[in-house]
């Protein structure tokens, strides 16, 4: 998560001990008032003294309707979810599950822009098994873009002689199959699931760097990140050599939701029409060797 800046931290700690002060004066406010009526019931020259003070019953009511006021708006701001959070890449599944757990819509719409399709593809993979074609069976599309793995690319790539980046065929290779494994393993399961829910599972590939990787749920949900790792390893086949990989499973991801505000409604629809664009510029994702023997 972002480390807030100095001067948004210099504000949040101001609003914190005002809340507190504020606590602390009317709390002390309404403690006098009590007090002073119970010292009026008993010792009459207080209570001859506060006879007839006409705006003294209404400036305690509108003491305690402020009290009120702030409380009731200080729970409310509580329930309201966060314009948006952070959460781990590991934690999608339980939003996927979520997804499919609610009555609506008529149908559920994953859309993700990733490097192999891994991020997305095990959790949704895991909860469409648990889930099968019990509770609420209605449709699921899933529609995945990855980079085109055919295409040169520097990242991933290799380290030269120099140590710079260059473009690794094989390294490429491996990349796209593994990401052809995982439509494949949609594929199957969407199989599997015939007649009891309906999956529609497809992946396309754009000659795009393979930094950014988002996921939203329906038109409600975004979860957004980078791949913020570039690792160098060791390959050994065909030949060994120092290969650039990407990471970022572990990273996290800021999560917006439409019923935060318009802030995150703006970030999703910004997202949606992205992805949207992307998706149609793209092409399918080209078919392992095995497929034409």
């Not at 006409?54 to 309201?80: F, M, P, Q, T």
């Not at 991020?119 to 873009?145: K, M, S």
């Not at 990855?146 to 710079?164: C, E, H, N, Q, S």
């Not at 992946?203 to 939203?216: E, G, Q, S, V, Y």
């Amino acid at each position: 998560m972002v480390a807030p800046s100095g001067r948004h931290s210099v504000r949040e700690r101001a609003a914190a001990s005002w809340v507190d002060a504020e606590s602390a004066v009317t709390k002390a406010l309404l403690l006098g008032v009590f007090c002073l009526g119970l010292v009026a019931q008993f010792v009459q020259p207080v209570g001859d003294a506060l006879e007839g003070k006409a705006y003294l019953g209404g400036a305690i009511l509108s003491l305690v309707g402020y009290v009120l006021y702030a409380e009731v708006r200080r729970l409310n701001d509580a329930l309201r979810p966060e314009a948006r959070d952070e959460i781990r890449t590991e934690d999608l599944r339980q939003y996927f599950g979520r997804a499919l757990a609610a009555g609506r819509p008529e149908r559920i719409r994953i859309d993700a822009i990733g490097y192999t399709g891994e991020t997305v593809v095990r959790p949704v993979l895991r909860v469409l098994e648990d889930f099968g074609g019990e509770g609420h069976p209605r449709p699921v599309t899933i529609r995945i873009l990855v980079p085109d793995f055919t295409a040169p690319m520097a990242i991933p790539g290799k380290l030269d002689g120099d140590g710079k980046a260059v473009d690794d065929p094989d390294f490429r290779a491996a990349l796209l199959a593994k990401a052809q494994g995982f439509a494949a393993a949609l594929d199957e399961l969407a199989q599997d699931l015939v007649g009891r829910r309906a999956v529609d599972a497809r992946f396309r590939a754009l000659h795009i760097t393979p930094l950014l990787k988002f996921c939203l749920i329906n038109d409600e949900e975004l979860f957004d990140g980078i791949y913020d790792e570039v690792v160098r390893k060791t390959a050994r086949t065909p030949a060994e050599r120092q290969v650039l990989d990407l990471m970022g499973y572990r990273a996290s991801l800021t999560r917006w939701h439409v019923r935060s505000g318009a802030r995150a409604r703006e970030k999703v629809a910004q997202r949606r029409e992205l992805f949207d664009i992307l998706w149609d510029l793209a092409s399918a994702l080209p078919e392992p060797p095995s497929a034409h023997a």
